[in-house]
């Protein structure tokens, strides 16, 4: 069964309230021109303000909110007030009650619909007793369609209440389907990273630490036969770029992030520098219910900093505060080091040297956040990193 928009349920019912108006103008403007009544210019102005009103009801939805309820009310009473002089004038525009029960459950508050419904319901009664006298149909027709109208307003205010219900439920699985999406997304950048960090480690990482066995091998051999300086290079070469593999190796391999980014980052800092020349202070505020995208963010950010710090830097203690509020994620990282031009860096971007901080850039702009860098030579940097929630 096909479903249907509630909002175009109530779309053509507004259509369709339109409508019977304009034909009730009409069957009012028919009969004064048939009784040719002595005030009958007075109806048609009459009838004509009435049109003109019902059609400015149209800019009242137009109007912010602070001012809409004074308006409506306004708009509503000028409405009524010309239907019931109308009445005096026309007995024929009584009928015009039954669209007017609707509009006052539609623009009304509360108990205030309701009350207008039976209120006019007894003024078109009392109408129609003055004109023609008080009969059955003329008591009872404006009655019924009063209770009529109330029942029908009570179905659509709670159709309305479930299609308003119904539109947040979707909008949260929208939400939750798009966070799906994105913590997948991170889980198989996740999972390529560690296969990267294994091909490396049993490819290139195996074979550069078997040159600098062989290389070593063969200095111990003879330390003093000629060339030997030539071989001693190579093995220091060898060693710079397996340490340079294993730095990669477990930059690709970030620590878990089962126990939360907290421990993660306590692990991070403690895996710099097992020689102790580089000591890093973790200071997390407030990350216990941050998203796991966000957390991996933080993680690979922090990451970043901290192997520039490493590698760069030539910095004594590092500190690494992350504080994490309702609606942003701050994350700082300082260090005591040389420091260095950040606008040189900017101006040498794409050389292996800037590659550490364009890496940074780029994730923080993927989360729609800001980076700010603050550093000059000879006087260390901190690294400031602010992310939306």
């Known amino acids: 069964m096909p479903h249907t928009n509630p909002r175009h349920v109530f779309a ?14 009409a069957v009012v403007v028919v009969r004064v021109l048939v009784v040719r009544s002595p005030s009958v210019w007075v109806a048609l102005v009459v009838v004509v303000l009435f049109a003109v009103v019902y059609l400015l009801g149209g800019r009242v939805a137009g109007v912010d909110v602070a001012r809409r309820r004074r308006t409506t009310t306004l708009w509503v009473s000028a409405l009524s007030v ?8 026309v007995p024929d525009a009584a009928y015009l009650a039954f669209p007017l029960f609707f509009l006052y459950l539609h623009v009304l508050p509360r108990w205030t619909g309701p009350a207008a419904v039976v209120l006019a319901a007894l003024v078109a009664v009392v109408a129609l ?3 023609s006298g008080f009969t059955v149909g003329g008591v009872v027709g404006p009655l019924v369609g009063a209770g009529v109208a109330l029942l029908i307003g009570l179905g659509s205010r709670t159709l309305s209440r479930n299609a ?3 539109e947040a439920i979707l909008a949260e699985l929208l939400a939750t389907q798009r966070e799906l999406a994105a913590t997948q997304h991170e889980q198989g950048a996740l999972a390529e990273r560690a296969r990267l960090a294994r091909e490396i480690h049993d490819t290139v990482a195996q074979g550069l630490s078997s040159i600098q066995m062989l ?23 060898a060693a710079e770029g397996l340490a340079d593999t294993r730095r990669f190796i477990r930059e690709l391999s970030p620590p878990s992030l089962d126990q939360g980014i907290g421990a993660a980052l306590r692990r991070l800092a403690g895996t710099r520098r097992p020689d102790g020349d580089l000591a890093v202070e973790v200071d997390v505020t407030g990350a216990d219910d941050l ?6 963010a933080v993680l690979r950010i922090a990451q970043g900093a901290l192997a520039n710090v490493e590698q760069h830097a030539h910095a004594h203690r590092a500190r690494l505060e992350l504080s994490v509020g309702q609606d942003l994620v701050r994350l700082s990282v300082t260090d005591d080091g040389v420091g260095f031009d950040p606008q040189a860096v900017q101006d040498r971007s794409g050389t292996s040297d800037s590659f550490g901080l364009r890496a940074i850039a780029e994730r923080v702009a993927q989360f729609g956040g800001t980076l ?3 550093a000059s030579p000879g006087r260390g940097t901190v690294l400031r990193v602010v992310l939306e929630r």
Do not use: C
């Open 372 to 374: 700010d860098i603050d």
């Open 164 to 166: 308003a219900e119904r």
């Open 82 to 89: 010309l239907w019931v002089l109308l009445m005096v004038l």
């Open 291 to 296: 998203p796991m995208q966000l957390q991996t």
């Open 215 to 237: 290389l070593h091998a063969a200095e111990a051999v003879d330390a003093d036969r000629p060339g030997i300086e030539h071989v001693r290079l190579a093995r220091q070469t």
């Open 129 to 131: 007793g003055v004109h």
């Open 12 to 25: 053509g019912l507004r259509r369709g309230l339109h409508a019977l108006v304009a034909v009730l103008l």
